[in-house]
């Protein structure tokens, strides 16, 4: 595989990265329960700090899609260390899930002053593109799996 590929998928996860980063620090300070705090008293929200909580699996999950690029460009895709980073991938996308459906639980039940029908189609939506990555990562782990036994194998018949 050329290098310019693998670039410019790296280039992307960069550019998510920082979006979504950019994002997590601007969107509290313009939500609507903001507009009279400070700085300091917007970030002490415990939604917010469950947010920021819940975005770690987001960045693990990039990071090791990162990872796995740089096991490409070396020509180890099918290797262990490949398959140990698909399944990363995989859990990350599955504790991500697990938080964003416990938000959208809070959000749905608890939060009575708000109308939740928005944040929980959200929810549903994010929840649902993060459960394909999810799938995909899994049909690619078990794939690379079969690629590395069977390179084993017949590495021990040589």
């Known amino acids: ?3 310019g590929s693998t ?7 960069c550019l998510i990265a920082i979006g979504v980063l950019a994002g997590m620090i601007w969107f509290p300070q313009t939500e609507g329960r ?3 705090l400070d700085l300091i008293s917007i970030y002490k929200d415990p939604f917010i700090i469950y947010i920021y909580i819940g975005s ?3 960045f693990v999950g990039l990071y090791q899609a990162f990872k796995l690029l740089n ?3 070396a020509n180890k895709a099918f290797s262990q260390g490949a398959v140990n980073t698909l399944k990363n991938i995989k859990f990350a996308s599955l504790s991500l899930i697990g938080f964003i459906a416990l938000a959208v639980f809070y959000i749905r039940f608890f939060a009575h002053g708000d109308d939740p029908a ?7 939506l994010a929840s649902f593109a993060v459960a394909v990555i999810a799938t995909a990562a899994a049909v690619f782990q078990k794939l690379f799996q079969n ?3 069977l390179k084993s194998e017949n590495d021990l018949t040589v």
């Open 1 to 3: 595989m050329k290098k």
């Open 56 to 58: 770690i699996p987001f």
């Open 34 to 36: 903001a507009t009279n």
């Open 118 to 124: 928005g944040p929980t189609a959200l929810g549903i």
């Open 71 to 73: 096991f490409i460009d």
């Open 7 to 13: 670039l410019f998928l790296r280039l992307v996860i």
């Open 147 to 149: 690629a590395v036994d």
